[in-house]
């Protein structure tokens, strides 16, 4: 019996989180003149970008486009899933204060929206895998890596959402953590680079990020499978992120109806 | 027999911090321009205590600012309360004005859809009442019209004609109504829309209407409660409790 109240909030909740992403998205798009284009060209703009100072940042990194690729677009996912989340609570005040609802709705539906276009950026993935000239099956091991990173990245959203209700300064906060930790995380350049900045403890291990890059990059550049001690750290980001930035969320999630 | 109580409320008390003012010198005001506001307590609620029996609708009146909407919100779990509780029998539904929620960019259709799953319905429920909530609002022509291009008493009748189809279709035990229509709507609607919350509230519905409106509360209620500054003034039968209030607020203008 609980069971199924449960499993019927998650449905619940999954709707309606479609729905709110469905609604923002068409929205978002809404009297733009290219629309939803923007989703294929902004990434590629970047991969552009970077390809043309290639000899310069990606030396000796082989299959440097889809190494890029990847690392960009995984980044941008955790970057505008988090900071869509400090605002979406706020920007719903109309809802929460006038009707009971499941909070973590809002949370889900900027992942979900985040999920909408990164399809965009998967397909532009598939292309640079023929390009290369590299099975574009290995596509079919992304989901898994994906699945985990989503939990992480929702973790990390709630965690945001409960800040940005709380700390105004917070959104301004996470822009300028977020630009100092793309450049801390081996996107454009070789994940070795970082071990000769003499620091005294690995960067790269504690780097969530850097797990869930590498491991999707391996599998689908490399055609080859991640150190166990690699997959494991990333599922525990994963499921430790996700249990703690949900148990602050539920703590504060009664407060925010008078805060907004 | 004794009909069953389904709300119960007892010694509820709800406070806010809210901004104050205090007298200071340049120099102290210089230093908390970095600082936070002060700020103080405010009980919006102080020792609040009835309860409503099963098929009972009470009437909640008083002026602006009074703690109606905070009563409601309270009970609804909206917010929590900072003293004592509130107990609730069977499943409960609060409803305001959601007409602040609509996305100003989205067309009618989009927004039908967007407002009725947050009320509670499904993708195919209201598809199957879609049409009924257009017709009900009086929008047939602009189903497909920006929110933006409508003028601000059509937007009330799209939320309110959302909200009284997800109420008919969740079917709760419980209704709390808070202030369900705003002013700005011709006699037409505003006779269809009492109709449908006459209905509402009928039969073995227990309901909180909260409301300006001293007919609606008449037509609707047996019971009352006359809140000011937090506090219960009066509580009885509707028509008493609202003779009194009218009597003071007569005698005020």
Not at chain 1, 183 to 212: E, M, Q, W
């Amino acid at each position: 019996m609980k069971a199924k109240i449960f499993i019927n909030k998650i449905k619940g909740i999954l709707g309606l989180s479609l729905q709110l992403a469905k609604a923002d998205f068409k929205q978002r798009n809404e009297g733009s003149f290219l629309g939803i284009l923007w989703y294929l060209l902004e990434p590629l703009f970047m991969l552009f970008m970077f390809l043309m100072v290639r000899n310069v940042v990606g030396q000796g990194i082989p299959n440097y486009p889809l190494y890029l690729f990847l690392g960009l677009i995984m980044f941008n996912f955790f970057r505008k899933t988090t900071s869509d989340s400090i605002k979406v609570i706020t920007d719903n005040s109309g809802f929460i204060k006038s009707i009971k609802l499941n909070h973590e709705a809002f949370v889900v539906s900027a992942l979900l929206k985040s999920v909408f276009s990164h399809f965009f950026e998967i397909i532009i993935l598939l292309f640079l895998l023929v390009y290369s000239g590299i099975s574009i099956l290995n596509i079919v091991f992304y989901p898994l890596v994906f699945f985990f990173f989503c939990f992480f990245v929702l973790g990390i959203s709630f965690f945001a959402a409960t800040l940005g209700v709380y700390l105004k300064d917070f959104a301004n906060l996470w822009r300028v953590f977020t630009r100092l930790l793309w450049l801390a995380t081996p996107i454009f350049y070789a994940s070795k680079l970082i071990s000769k900045l003499n620091l005294p403890f690995d960067f790269n291990s504690l780097n969530p990020l850097y797990y869930f890059i590498t491991i999707a990059r391996e599998c689908i550049a490399y055609n080859k499978v991640s150190q166990l001690s690699l997959i494991i750290g990333a599922v525990i980001f994963s499921l430790s992120f996700f249990v703690l930035g949900f148990i602050v969320f539920e703590k504060f999630k009664n407060k925010f109806s008078e805060m907004i | 027999m004794m009909k069953e109580k389904r709300i119960i409320v007892e010694n509820l008390s709800k406070k806010f911090r809210i901004g104050a003012k205090k007298n200071r010198n340049a120099l102290a005001q210089l230093v908390s321009f970095f600082s936070k506001n002060t700020e103080k307590d405010f009980w919006a609620l102080k020792n609040i205590s009835f309860s409503v029996k099963n098929g009972e609708n009470i009437g909640i009146i008083g002026k602006n600012g009074s703690g109606k909407t905070t009563l409601l919100r309270t009970i609804a779990g909206i917010y929590e309360p900072d003293k004592a509780g509130i107990k609730v029998k069977g499943n409960l539904v609060y409803l305001s004005n959601l007409s602040n929620g609509l996305k100003p960019k989205l067309t009618v259709r989009d927004n039908i859809f967007l407002l009725g799953s947050i009320t509670g319905l499904g993708q195919k429920d209201i598809k199957k009442k879609f049409n009924e909530i257009v017709d009900f609002a009086g929008l047939e022509n602009f189903v497909y019209s920006k929110i933006h291009q409508l003028s601000s008493g059509m937007i009330q009748r799209l939320a309110f004609s959302i909200s009284i189809y997800s109420l008919k279709h969740s079917n709760p035990d419980i209704i709390l109504l808070d202030e369900p229509f705003s002013e700005g709507n011709d006699e037409e609607f505003s006779r269809k829309a009492l109709n449908e919350i006459e209905e509402l509230t009928k039969y073995e519905r227990t309901a909180i209407l909260v409301s300006h409106k001293i007919d609606l509360i008449k037509n609707c209620c047996n019971k009352a409660i006359w809140l000011d500054k937090g506090k219960i003034v009066k509580q009885g039968k509707a028509d008493k409790v609202i003779e009194k209030y009218l009597k003071l607020t007569n005698k005020i203008i």
